[in-house]
């Protein structure tokens, strides 16, 4: 468990990367070391990929990245800032992650129905039919 523990002071010391990458356990026996690194790595990577390798990127002038700087978001005006602000500071990617692994809004069930979620094109809160 030392391990673990060293792993996440490693990835709490990242600055911001395209793409941060799991090889995993299919056994899912690893199952406890990604529930307790992913979420740091989660703040450091746009795109977190799971059993894959990234693809190459062809740096252009209509490149359009979305890296975060690992930076936690500063309150505005001595008070909290707005949810948006955080979720719109930094776009998130899950590539290959196993459903369980998703947060619950990303999930094919709806968590308590209540979330409206854009599928198909289409505005929704009924659950993903696969």
Known sequence: MDDVRQLCRVAECLEGNLNGLFLLDLSGSDDA???QVA???RERV???LNDKMPTGVAVS???NMAVPTG???RRIHGGGHP???RRFAMLQCYD???PARLPAGLRDANPQGSMWRLVDGRWTRD????
């Open 46 to 48: 746009g795109r977190l």
């Open 96 to 98: 290959n992650v196993r």
């Open 61 to 63: 002038p209509a490149m």
């Open 33 to 35: 070391v990604y529930d």
């Open 83 to 85: 949810a948006s602000l």
């Open 127 to 130: 659950d993903v039919m696969t």
């Open 71 to 73: 930076d936690r978001p």
């Open 39 to 41: 979420p740091v790595l």
